[in-house]
């Protein structure tokens, strides 16, 4: 390239070097011609330029100004594919300009009630809209502006642990079976996750904690969402029993959608014989609802995948009064019975106290006071 660039350079020197001074002026004239007319041509372009900049400046000012809070709520109902290719043309000045548009179109609910049909999105992404997605629009033109968090329930969201459980199996003592089998249903499957699909192994969806009060279930569910380092969600039986029809209902369902988006979760139902009694016949509306917070609680069960990352761990005193449909295979799989504990499994939640609490031997102590075999006499 270097040679041929050299050649033409030194062509173009002999033809000036023929040319008589006519010629010269002339070739001269016309490059100062061309050389006004770019300059022209640049100082168009300039001045085009400056006026991409104020359009831009003057529409990022109306954007802001129709982004101005507060926001109109509404919910994605359906996307449509907008392909006008399909449709007839049409003839004459009055022309649908929307119905020509290509692209994605959004159908959404307001907060008041009303379903509106927006031939053009707004400000998102409209790939990245979703039907029932929760948006904010213009009060006025009901363009989206914004996406919005997910709702929940106020008190779903109070369920979540926000502290991460610290309780550890060495503080447990006397449940080593208990603990192995909690391992093997639970933790194995959230922390190697590709052993389980390489062997071909469904893990179970959940487990029932079962056994008298006091015997560390709930101990047992916080130390094992500790290793698992999963989102803690603790529910209470009796606090799904509301006295409004699909109350309950609704909370059940919010609270697994919310362990859905905080993947890896574990959700711990205590009590769970609050709601998950025998069904049975009754005219009493709150035995209904009752009944209709359990059947929500098995759809959700039903809902997800074992392998995802989302375990139930439920824990009741009165396992005998469960449905049966709560246990059945492919629900809560797992059964792990919590008796009272044995001589032995008192001497090692003896042995397993932290420091700082009473040692065995205050203990033997003071228990000896207690029965009246110790006197204890202090100055």
Known sequence: ??????????????????????????????LDNEIRILKEELQRTNLELD???????????????NKQLPYLVGNIVE?????PEDEAEEDGANIDLDSQRKGKCVVLKTSTRQTIFLPVVGLVDP?????GDLVGVNKDSYLILDTLPSEYDSRVKAMEVDEKPT????????LEKQIQELVEAIVLPMTHKERFQKLGIRPPKGVLLYGPPGTGKTL?????AAQTNATFLKLAGPQLVQMFIGDGAKLVRDAFQLAKEKSPCIIFIDEIDAIGTKRFDSEVSGDREVQRTMLELLNQLDGFSSDDRIKVIAATNRADILDPALMRSGRLDRKIEFPHPTEEARARILQVSPSGVLSLMTLCILSLFCAGLLLITFP
Do not use: H, W
Request: contains cysteine; aromatic residues 4%; proline residues 1%.
């Open 1 to 30: 390239m270097a040679t041929a660039m050299v050649e033409d350079s030194s062509f173009e020197d002999d033809q000036l070097a023929n040319m008589s001074t006519d010629d010269i002026v002339r070739a001269s004239r016309l």
């Open 51 to 65: 006026s991409y900049k104020e359009k831009i400046k003057e529409n990022q000012e109306k954007i802001k100004l």
């Open 79 to 83: 996307i449509l594919e907008m392909n």
């Open 127 to 131: 790939d990245k809209l979703k039907p």
């Open 167 to 174: 309780e550890d199996y060495n503080d447990i003592g006397g």
């Open 220 to 224: 047992m569910a916080r130390a094992c």
